[in-house]
């Protein structure tokens, strides 16, 4: 049914002068050797590390591009139902590793630049990471299109292409996080295809007025109109040739500048309006789970939706369906409620432009979108000021009211007289001012609306969209636990354990790397003692490349004899990094009281931290400064450091992420139960071969039963106690020392300048102190003794390896 779309003149001669994908080393030399010398103008002799990357990436890059030429062309041949996955967010990391193991041609590569004088591993150091994303939920994004492509399914990504990523982290000497910008375009960025054709146009404020004739249309003028262009990222899929695409947005003004106002003499004024168009997709924001309000915020998301709408809809219509069939050709996903303008803007197209009834535009949208929630914390539910959306989106704010008028309405008649419930489930919130709650608007414009691990898909339905279960069925609400690709997170970040499982399961690699059940076959060898010897030694070796990194990077010395303790995630109050790090003082101040012979039978321990704090989050700023200036007391003192080191990994990132995580024997998740969504980076170290310390929340729980209880460290209260224990914290509230002294001690021991002068701790201590939030102080006791249980089970390594195999498989 798609369109036929042949090329001009004879197919032949163009087939003949295609590129082929099959190639040997010396196409590979030949080709970069071209690069070298004709995209990059560089000789030979004065060749660094730097341009050979730049090269053997452009050569890649043309392999990519054959695969991507050829499946978009059959994708428009056949004209499938296309999934859009619309994310903020696409924390990709680096491509070059990946694309020549995706490709088939990491071996041919590494021969290749050998014959050249290079080593591919300094190659692939020289590579920035692509850091358009702030955690779990950006690299969710990127996972999924690896997935998508991998599974051959016609998948495209929309984000927008940010001129400066998250943030760099440096610490300063006191200990605290500076930001620096991330100017990751800096050097050419090989991975991306200017479309300098495709655009859109885009318009922000102006006027919007309702046409008189009382069809509900209106007429959007006026305000300020800036230019989307397209840059393709291709995604290749692992052995396919299917090669997606995600398309990123940048904004430009459309008219270089206003020429009236430069006639005028107003040179400033008339550049402004080109300084605003360029600063929409100038910055990533930096929060994780908090909303700001910011106008600039705002139009990042309709800037984005409103362009890519304008894309999907034109190949749609390229297909030459009639409109009421789009949801028969596009499926939506809402990469949580950031997108969530689609839903009024695809009203709006349908509506003023293809000037369908409302009810008959409705039908299309609540077709068209399906959302995705990853958080139910409060402070991360994002609300508009209805002021402001009014402001800048006019038309916009008018069709949210008229969706919140024909949505209450069908409330009141489901549950007459029952105003309580239209509060609570109206789009919009009282108050001063009004706010749009985008989460209501996501639920009711979508098909289907999931959580990100069973747990928080239940606590979805039971809290913040209980209404809406009850209001709409619950069929309309379901779970998909968030997943990871073992591409990048076992076989590209470790390549021997990988080797090891192909070797061991004999089958090809590619087999296992597209069915990860088939891992279950390692459960036999962990009886196997050669076997267990072979996986112990490739952790080792892991956690030496970890120590080489730390040297070179940092100059510390880091003791790989020693059980590795990691927590990698973003800082949040939530995550509960405090409570790691107060145990690990009370671990300091254990083994202070030791004799030398007692310690000497202690387990050593290397503690690893890293994570990024947003800039304004003083409380989680506060938790860095502390985590480093225990370091520095801890890793100098005679009497322990031998037993206990700790490190505050600066700067943490996909690729920190990929030498963090296959070095780690035990890694933390210690959320307070049923805030963590799901946590993925729990996958990948169980993937790993490390296993798990953590609270029974998100996907751990999932993990536990996967992997079995007993190769599991779980403590903590549960879910359902928490609300309760908070109530008891502000009503029936108990002395520190009285409930936890252990704790008591460790916080009194910190204000006493333990770790430098006490004072500027103590707005962290205090959030314990007085209220506790998080239940750090219900949870404090039983986590000490879940860290005595790993250090017992590690103690007897035979058992700890075999733990390692199962959780693996
Ligand atoms: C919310 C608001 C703004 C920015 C980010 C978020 C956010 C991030 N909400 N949830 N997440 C994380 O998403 C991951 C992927 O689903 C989850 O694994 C993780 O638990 C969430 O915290």
């Known amino acids: 049914t798609g369109k036929e779309v042949w090329p001009k003149g004879d197919e032949k001669v163009w087939k003949a002068g295609t590129r082929g994908v099959d190639q040997d080393v010396s196409d590979i030399t030949k080709s970069f050797v071209n690069h070298v010398q004709t995209s990059l103008a560089r000789q030979a002799y004065n060749l660094d590390d730097l341009g050979a990357y730049q090269a053997a990436a452009l050569s890649v890059r043309d392999n990519l591009l054959v695969n991507w030429n050829e499946t978009q062309l059959n994708y428009t041949r056949k004209a499938p139902k296309r999934a859009y996955y619309l994310s903020l967010e696409f924390l990709m990391g680096r491509t070059l590793d990946n694309a020549l193991l995706n490709l088939g041609l990491k071996d041919k590569y590494r021969k290749g630049v050998e014959q050249l004088g290079f080593n591919m591993e300094d190659l692939l150091e020289k590579e920035r990471d692509a850091a358009l994303g702030n955690g779990g939920l950006g690299r969710l994004a990127a996972c999924y299109l690896d997935s998508g492509a ?47 054709d495709v655009t859109y146009e885009v318009r922000f404020y102006g006027q919007a007025e309702r046409s008189g004739s009382g069809n509900g249309r209106a007429a959007w003028t006026g305000g300020q109109e800036v230019l989307a262009v397209a840059y393709d990222v291709m995604i290749p899929g692992y052995k396919t040739k299917t090669t997606n695409n995600l398309r990123l947005w940048e904004s430009k003004p459309k008219r270089g500048f206003d020429l009236n106002s430069f006639n005028a003499g107003n040179y400033e004024g008339a550049v402004e309006s080109s300084n605003s168009a360029a600063a929409i997709t100038s910055v990533l924001y ?33 297909v030459g369906k009639p409109i009421t069939e789009f ?40 077709n068209t979108f399906f959302y995705t929630n990853h958080t139910v914390l409060p402070e991360a539910l994002e609300k508009w000021p209805v002021p402001l959306v009014e402001h800048v989106l006019p038309r916009h704010m008018q069709i949210i009211y008229d969706i919140n008028l024909y949505f209450l309405q069908a409330v009141e008649k489901k549950f007459p007289g029952d105003r309580e419930r239209l509060t609570r489930m109206s789009l919009i919130e009282e108050g001063y001012p009004k706010q749009v709650r985008m989460a209501h608007l996501a639920c009711i414009g979508s098909r289907k609306v999931n959580g990100v691990a069973e747990l928080h898909s239940e606590l979805v339905q039971t809290t913040i969209l209980k209404d809406f279960v009850e209001f709409e069925g619950v069929s309309k609400f379901g779970n998909v636990t968030n997943g990871v690709t073992p591409r ?88 509960r990094q405090t409570l790691n790090i107060l145990g690990v003082i009370h671990r300091y101040i254990t083994l202070k009281g030791m004799t030398p012979a007692e310690r000497k039978k202690s387990n050593r321990k290397v503690v690893f931290f890293a994570g990024k704090a947003a800039p304004a989050y003083y409380i989680a700023k506060l938790t860095i400064r502390l ?31 990929e030498v963090l995580i296959p070095a780690s024997d035990i890694s933390q998740h210690i959320s307070t139960a049923g805030t963590e969504a799901s946590g993925t980076s729990n996958m990948k170290f169980c993937l790993n071969g490390g296993l798990l310390l953590g609270t029974v929340d998100g996907a751990n729980i999932e993990i536990a039963e996967e992997v079995g209880e007993s190769n599991v460290f779980f403590f903590g209260h549960l879910t359902p106690a928490v609300e309760d224990l908070r109530y008891q914290h502000t009503y029936h509230p108990i002395p520190i ?64 390896i075999k733990k390692s195999i199962r959780t693996t498989a």
């Open 488 to 575: 990048r997170w076992l076989d590209q970040c470790n390549f021997e354990l990988s080797d090891l499982i192909t070797k061991t399961l004999k089958l090809e690699k590619n087999v296992w790397l597209k069915d990860l059940t088939k891992l279950e076959g390692l459960l036999p060898f962990a009886e196997n003692k050669a076997f267990r010897a072979e996986w112990a030694a490739i952790k080792q070796r892991n956690k030496e490349r970890l120590a080489r990194h730390v040297q070179t990077t940092l100059g510390l010395e880091v003791r790989t004899d020693a059980m590795f303790d990691v927590q990698i995630k973003r800082l949040h109050e939530y995550k």
């Open 327 to 366: 949801p028969d050709y596009a499926a939506i996903q809402l990469n949580d409620t950031h997108p969530t303008l689609a839903i009024p803007e695809l009203m709006r197209i349908l509506i003023d432009e293809e000037e369908l009834s409302w009810d008959e535009a409705w039908k299309i949208v609540t």
């Open 627 to 657: 985590i480093v200036n225990v370091a520095r007391v801890i890793n100098a003192d005679p009497d322990t450091k031998d037993f206990l080191q700790l490190y505050f990994l600066p700067d943490y990132s996909v690729s920190l992420a």
């Open 737 to 800: 020392e009285e409930k936890c002294p252990a704790l008591a001690n460790v916080l009194n021991q910190v204000s006493a300048g333990l770790f430098g002068d006490g004072a500027p701790y103590e707005p962290l201590l205090n959030t314990i102190r007085q209220g506790d939030y998080y239940l750090i102080t219900d949870d404090f006791d039983s986590y000490i003794a879940a860290l005595a249980m790993v250090d017992e089970a590690y103690l007897d390594r035979e058992e700890w």
């Open 286 to 318: 930096p929060n994780d789970h908090t909303t700001f309000g910011k106008e600039l915020r705002l139009k990042q998301q309709y800037f984005w939706t409103a362009a890519s709408l304008q894309d999907i809809l034109r190949r749609f219509k390229n």
């Open 150 to 196: 991998s599974q051959e399914l016609p998948l495209w990504g929309y984000g927008l292409r940010y001129q400066y990523g998250i943030f760099q982290q440096l610490i300063s000497p006191e200990g605290n996080q500076l930001e620096a910008p991330d100017p990751w375009l800096e050097n050419q960025n090989p991975w991306e295809l200017p479309r300098l």
